[in-house]
């Protein structure tokens, strides 16, 4: 049986390897547009400072990724406990986080009109839409301040999105079912502790978890993929259509070639498989060019630790929008993890662009990194040059998780099931945008592959 997979990102690599586990019979073939596979996951080395330009790690919350990371004999290494530090920019200052009832109401970060707010939210009605945006939702249960300054950062730190825009069901799943639930968060959370004593387990509205990532960086989960895979993987091979004949399908390349092959994942982005799907279906291709992936951009900066004034010993800080900074945020990755930079000195890698301001992320090298310097000097008085500077524009980063966007994925996916019975989709624009979502998706496809090749 042969199956051809489009995309060598982590989904696509992850599912052949995972295939290849279960049937080594298996004629599996992945293609890859670029050079090299991996995809949004790309760990730069240069003059010892260690970047990552897309993915900088996964939490440690769910033992699929582990299990999959011991197939590969791969070593996790949980980010340190500094790390557990991490702050929102509000109003010329970092405020930290708080970690628990007590932290919150002590925290400068909301106002006591923001904090007595949030007791509305044991009696605020429980919403009447399907679907409603991030801030909608946060508006309406927490107020106005919980909003700007919890819920909108955390939007543009996970999606790069606008919280206006980002569905609360596709983001947020978790927390869109509790609220159907329970009727409110805070009960939610009462009660979800009281389970957790009885059971020993340890439960929530968030995912929680410690960001993990590995030593030499998140490119060592690709390298050993590669190893793997061995010629498995093809590169430079951009594929520009799909036909089917009876039940064969032919892929085609952009370099001319084609592949015959009886089953076919699509791994790639939507903005790519919207192509893909043109000829051989227009309406499943206008259907996927409704996934927006706004453009970001990340500066990673190493300065002499004896350079940095601010007290750096924590994760990093986001800047909610309402605050109209031009950066998304900073990480301070060489307190997070080690390897990062060299002894004596320090590693920040920021964001910029995203949802809400993509001509950001799309300005030219040099002024990328002066409009993060000149940022990181209002915000933590670094007013000093860089010893060292790497910047990574990605024109079509996070698929946005819009409102609408489960209805518009099922309906996909629907469509597809119809009409190309031996074509499957997969990748971060369906079913969840982090690393672990990508793993455990590619279990899932494989058991419905293996159990599609039985029954054939």
């Avoid at 590669?226 to 093809?234: G, P, Q, T, Y």
């Avoid at 084609?258 to 043109?278: G, M, N």
């Avoid at 799309?362 to 990194?369: F, N, W």
């Amino acid at each position: 049986m042969s199956i051809t997979i489009v995309g060598g990102g982590i989904s696509g690599l992850s599912l052949a390897y995972i295939l290849h586990q279960k049937d080594a019979t298996l004629d599996i073939k992945v293609l890859e547009a670029r050079e090299r596979p991996g995809g949004k996951i790309w760990t730069d080395r240069a003059d010892g400072f260690l970047c990552e330009s897309g993915v900088n790690g996964f939490l440690d919350n769910k033992p699929t990724t582990f299990d999959f990371i011991k197939t590969l004999s791969l070593e996790p290494l949980r980010s340190n406990d500094a790390s557990r530090k991490r702050y929102i920019y509000r109003g010329g200052k970092l405020h930290r986080l708080p970690e628990n009832p007590q932290a919150f109401f002590l925290s400068g970060l909301l106002t006591p009109c923001g904090k007595g707010r949030i007791i509305y939210e044991l009696i605020a009605p429980k919403g009447r839409q399907e679907d409603e945006s991030l801030a909608s939702f946060a508006t309406r249960r927490l107020g106005r301040e919980v909003y700007e300054y919890f819920i909108d950062p955390m939007a543009s730190g996970i999606y790069a999105g606008d919280a206006t825009k980002l569905s609360l069901k596709s983001c947020f799943p978790r927390i869109y079912e509790l609220e159907r639930q329970y009727g409110s968060l805070i009960r939610a959370m009462i009660r979800l502790q009281k389970e957790a004593k009885k059971t020993g387990k340890k439960v929530g509205p968030s995912p929680g978890g410690v960001l993990t990532s590995f030593y030499d960086g998140m490119e060592t989960v690709i390298s050993a993929l590669k190893e793997a895979l061995a010629d498995r993987i093809v590169t430079s091979k951009r594929v520009t259509g799909i036909d089917k004949r009876g039940s064969t399908y032919t892929v085609y390349t952009e370099d001319g070639q084609s592949f015959e092959t009886e089953q076919v994942v699509l791994a790639c982005p939507a903005h790519d498989a919207e192509k893909i799907f043109r000829e051989l279906d227009p309406e499943v291709s206008g259907l996927m060019k409704k996934i927006p992936y706004p453009p970001v951009s990340v500066v990673c900066l190493g300065f002499r630790y004896e350079d940095i004034e601010y007290d750096i010993n924590g994760f990093g800080f986001l800047v909610p929008s309402v605050e109209g900074r031009k950066i998304l945020g900073t990480l301070w990755d060489s307190s997070i993890f080690p390897n990062r930079a060299p002894e004596g000195y320090v590693l920040f890698r920021t964001m910029l662009g995203g949802a809400r301001q993509p001509d950001v992320a799309l300005q030219d090298e040099q002024k990328l990194i002066d409009t993060v310097l000149s940022e990181l000097k209002d915000i933590m008085n670094v007013d000093v040059r860089p010893e060292f500077a790497r910047v990574y524009v990605h024109e079509k980063a996070i698929p946005q998780y819009n409102v609408g966007h489960s209805s518009l994925v099922n309906e996909i996916k629907k469509r597809i099931k119809e009409r190309f019975s031996g074509l499957y989709l997969t990748g971060n624009a369906y079913g969840g945008v982090g690393f672990n979502d990508c793993i455990y998706n590619s279990y899932k496809l494989s058991d419905e592959l293996m159990n599609d090749l039985t029954r054939q």
